[in-house]
């Protein structure tokens, strides 16, 4: 069985005070209802489970009835930090579960194939995630004043999600990482802590998360040319 755990209990601080990015209005329904959208459709994912910030619960049951999901689902509270809120979606997983994908509320552009493709990679080499290559050049600066050094671009790449893994394997880095107590940016990082190799799954699609208000409308100019198939 392979569930997708959708992250979706953040404050979205950047998008300023009062703002819950995931419920702003993109492409004609709520950011998050693309992003559950995506993995509702994907042939791969048989069961959901959403982490969603404590007395949230009501407002993601009632767009799974607005928007027609139609794969089970599981509403889980979120924690303080994104690395507990995906760990309390781990716990959530059915035992029968060996694969889990894990997915940012606020990628709604996701392609399926990419969503398969990680999903794959996971069961073949234990851990994947969804990637695009660096194309700007990029300079190492310590103080953000001067450049330091060059980077090779060839070698950088920006990870993004879903990040896919067997669910003994990222159970196993988040464990470690929570008995170091150390804080992780994302999954693969946990993963490096075990020494896990994580496959890049390479991306060329846009896939954005929406960080900032100047990201809206490019998500929304994607969504339109997904729905109409460009």
Known sequence: MVQAVIVAAGS????????????????????VAHTWQRFDRAGCIDVL?????????????????????????????????????????????EPECDVVAIQDGARACTPQEV?????????????AVAAQRLTDTVKLSSDGAWIDGHLERSHLWAVQTPQTFRVEVI????????????????????????????????????????????DLSEVERLLQAMDRGD
Do not use: H
Request: charged share 20%; with cysteine; proline share 6%.
């Open 12 to 31: 979205g601080t950047r998008m300023g005070p009062g703002v819950d990015k995931l419920f702003l209005p993109v492409a004609g329904r709520p950011l």
């Open 49 to 93: 489970v959403l982490v969603v910030r404590e007395g949230m619960e009501p407002a993601f049951a009632e767009l799974a009835k607005e928007y027609g999901f139609t794969k089970p689902y599981r509403l889980v509270a979120g924690g303080t930090q994104r690395q507990d809120s995906v760990w309390n979606g781990l716990l959530a997983l």
């Open 171 to 214: 159970r196993q880095a988040l464990a470690a990482v929570r008995a170091r107590g150390l804080q992780v940016t994302d999954d693969t990082a946990a993963c490096e802590l075990t020494g896990q190799r994580v496959r890049l799954v390479e991306s060329t699609a846009s896939n954005p998360k929406v960080t900032t208000p100047a």
């Open 115 to 127: 969503i398969a493709a990680t999903v794959q990679a996971a069961r073949d080499f234990g851990a």
